[in-house]
């Protein structure tokens, strides 16, 4: 009946999403009004947040959610595929652990990000932003078996186990599902100024953006200075939820965000990544061209005008439960989708990651799926180079080789992994929410819904003599 019932909700968003197609030009407009004001008229987010929700009441009911572990401040190497007795792991050593409790949190964890300050040449320090259920953490991880936590901005509103974030111009912009939360802009050159040692003062946001009141996602073209807020869905005064699509916000002045226009030719958007455009396809050379997950489809839309958005393609694929995020590599030819109720709803458990052809922007191909080992749900991915960095919940933080990825997925290959949820083991939305990869140092870190922030560190030398070997075995094939 679960299966059943998926899709059904599935099809009828198919449905509602074909009856959007006629207000397009109503959201081209500059001027907010209409649908552009109101919330989209069929999703399936609301189906997913009412089953993770009972997932996460269930751990707390068990104990387990926060779970609390002490934190720990030292290296603990990968040994016979362990790390601190407990973590499964392969080719990744966990240099500190810092619970929710040490960043200042009563709830559990949720999304990540990361910022480098350098404040003069030579000087370099990292930063972990943690997303929780009750706020926002900010931990130095430059020494990365020290982390020092540094303070927590509290949620605008409510608590809520959905929270994201990402930086432009040294200022963390910071969504939430909460209601009313709104944009909390926060400046990070304040992290300068150290906390008394073992503190975790209580931050102020240094702005606020209130012309939406929850919203799922936030998505920022640092090429641009544009931020593109997305599945936002409860209406409310002054506010521009834009159908849950893309209500894009002008943040070139990071303190005083203005609201630019609304998107919602395709309804609900749950996930995007927005380029400025220098694949494959040169009809959309250096266009502001955005790529995104829209529940059931990969839809591409070129944003590059503000008064006049067009939608380039829409394309559902095989199997489709919940399509969730998915990133670019980096010569935007080729793109990885994560669905993330497929493990949950058709037969095949194993993680799949969609791998997708995107060479010609109005027709993406889904040409191929790369199926792990391991029976988990995926959630967000990013690509660095030729490796991608996948948080898949109960699985833990998978890096894979995708240096081929023209190929297939049987030219892809899993180089190193490390699991944050040794007590779940299940196709469920526990574990690993997501990572960021982009340090100078090569660090990397996790946010575990459970335990709290992992710093990693993936051994890069072995790494690449696993991509060496793979790529001399594909030459000797192909000779």
């Not at 912009?173 to 992290?191: D, K, P």
């Not at 002045?253 to 995007?272: I, K, R």
Request: net charge negative; glycine share 8%.
């Amino acid at each position: 009946m679960k299966v059943l019932a998926a899709l059904l909700v599935v099809v009828a968003v198919c449905e509602a999403r074909h009856h959007h197609s006629h207000h397009e030009r109503e959201f081209n407009k500059t001027q907010c009004v209409g649908k552009c004001v109101e919330g989209p008229e069929a999703f399936h987010m609301p189906e997913v947040m009412k089953l993770k929700e009972k997932a996460y009441a269930e751990c707390h009911a068990e104990g387990k959610c926060p779970l609390n572990k002490p934190s720990i401040r030292q290296r603990s190497p990968c040994v016979d595929g362990k790390s601190a007795g407990e973590y499964d792991c392969s080719n990744i050593d966990m240099m500190s652990y810092v619970s929710l409790r040490d960043m200042g949190s009563n709830g559990d964890g949720n999304d990540i990000w990361g910022w480098t300050d350098e404040p003069e040449p030579g000087l370099r320090f990292e930063y972990a932003i943690v997303g929780m259920a009750d706020g926002t953490a900010f931990v130095d991880v430059t020494e990365a078996e020290s982390p020092v936590v540094l303070g927590m901005l509290p949620t605008h509103t409510f608590s809520s186990s959905w929270r994201d974030i990402k930086v432009y111009k040294n200022h963390a912009f910071i969504v939430s599902e909460a209601t009313s939360h709104g944009m909390q802009v926060f400046n990070l050159l304040r992290l300068r100024d150290r906390p008394p040692p073992g503190t975790v003062p209580r931050l102020t946001a240094d702005a606020h953006y209130g012309m939406v009141g929850n919203t799922h996602n936030i998505v920022i073209n640092e090429e641009t200075g544009y931020a593109y807020l997305v599945g936002s869905t409860r209406s409310g005064s002054g506010y521009r939820v834009c159908s849950g699509g893309l209500h894009i916000v002008d943040i070139r002045e990071p303190l005083t965000p203005v609201f630019s226009t609304c998107y919602g030719g395709d309804g609900y958007t749950h996930d995007a990544q927005c380029v400025i455009y220098h694949g494959p396809d040169v009809r959309y050379h250096d266009h502001e061209i955005c790529f995104a997950y829209n529940e059931n489809t990969l839809t591409v839309v070129d944003v590059t005008n503000k008064n006049s958005i067009v939608m380039l393609s829409r394309t559902p694929y095989q199997d489709v439960s919940y399509s969730h995020q998915g990133w670019l590599t980096e010569d935007h030819a080729y793109a990885i989708l994560n669905d993330e109720l497929d493990e949950m709803y058709t037969s095949e458990k194993r993680t799949r990651s969609l791998l997708w052809d995107v060479k010609n922007l109005e027709a993406p191909v889904h040409y191929s799926s790369f199926l792990s080992t391991e029976r988990s749900v995926d959630h967000n991915l990013y690509i660095v180079g030729n490796l991608a960095y996948e948080a898949n919940y109960c699985a833990g933080l998978r890096i894979l080789d995708v240096a081929a990825i023209e190929g297939g997925a049987e030219q892809v290959q899993e180089v190193a992994y490390f699991d944050v949820a040794p007590d779940w083991n299940t196709v469920s939305f526990h574990g690993s929410w997501s990572s960021y990869p982009y340090f100078a140092s090569g660090n990397v870190i996790v946010n575990s819904i459970e335990r709290g922030l992992f710093v990693l560190r993936p051994n890069h030398e072995t790494i690449k003599k696993l991509q060496a070997d793979a790529k001399l075995k594909r030459e000797a094939i192909a000779n």
